[in-house]
Structures are given as structure tokens and as C-alpha cells.
């Protein structure tokens, strides 16, 4: 069974940064993508960006050239960067790991308020 775990989360006034961390625990399938997600209040969960087992990054247009995610294998961590906050970044911050044809997991979230 994995377990994520993020954390990093907290205040900011725009303008600022922010570094989240998802640990993983537990054996994870070779081929897998790390994702991570928002959700704002009275909004749907959106995708952020993603990274794959290979080192391959998407992003959300929204966070484009502000936004940078990355992984440590060694440590079973990947982060998200997140430069030049705005108030609209403010939501619960999801981690989710998806192994290729095996299973999904979600941590438990962690809130992000940039304040203006």
C-alpha cells in the first residue's frame, strides 16, 4: 500500500513562492505519473501538472513559467515550485499517484492561500 503525504503548504502574499512536497511510502510500480491537482472553493478539481517516471513535465496553462515540478527517486519525493503566486492559486493542493495499469492513490491535501 503507498502513502502520500504532502506538505509545504501555507499563506503568501501574491507575488510570492511556495515549495509543496509529496512523500511517497511504500512500493510504487516502475511506470508512473505524479500528479498534482487544486481545488478551490465551489470549484472542480483541476490538474496542475505532472511528472512521469522518465522525468517528462506538464503543466496547466494557468501556472506556465510559474509553476516547476520535480522529482527525487531516491528520496520517493516530488515538488512543486510554485513563483509569482496569485490569489486565484489559493486552493487545497492534491498529490496523486497513478501507476500505469495498476492503481491510484491520493494524499490527504494541503491548503495554499495567497492573500493579495
Known amino acids: 500500500q503507498v502513502q502520500l503525504v504532502e506538505s509545504g503548504g501555507g499563506l503568501v502574499q501574491a507575488g510570492g513562492s511556495l515549495r509543496l512536497s509529496c512523500a511517497a511510502s511504500?512500493?510504487?510500480?516502475?511506470?508512473?505519473?505524479i500528479n498534482w491537482y487544486r481545488q478551490a472553493p465551489g470549484k472542480q478539481r483541476e490538474a496542475v501538472a505532472h511528472i512521469t517516471n522518465g522525468g517528462s513535465t506538464s503543466y496547466a496553462d494557468s501556472v506556465k513559467g510559474r509553476f516547476t515540478i520535480s522529482r527525487d527517486n531516491a528520496k520517493s519525493t516530488v515538488y512543486l515550485q510554485m513563483n509569482s503566486l496569485k490569489p486565484e492559486d489559493t486552493a487545497v493542493y492534491y498529490c496523486?499517484?497513478?501507476?500505469?495499469?495498476?492503481?491510484?492513490?491520493w494524499g490527504q491535501g494541503t491548503q495554499v492561500t495567497v492573500s493579495s
Open positions: 511504500g512500493t510504487i510500480f516502475s511506470l508512473n505519473v
Open positions: 496523486h499517484l497513478l501507476e500505469i495499469g495498476q492503481r491510484e492513490y
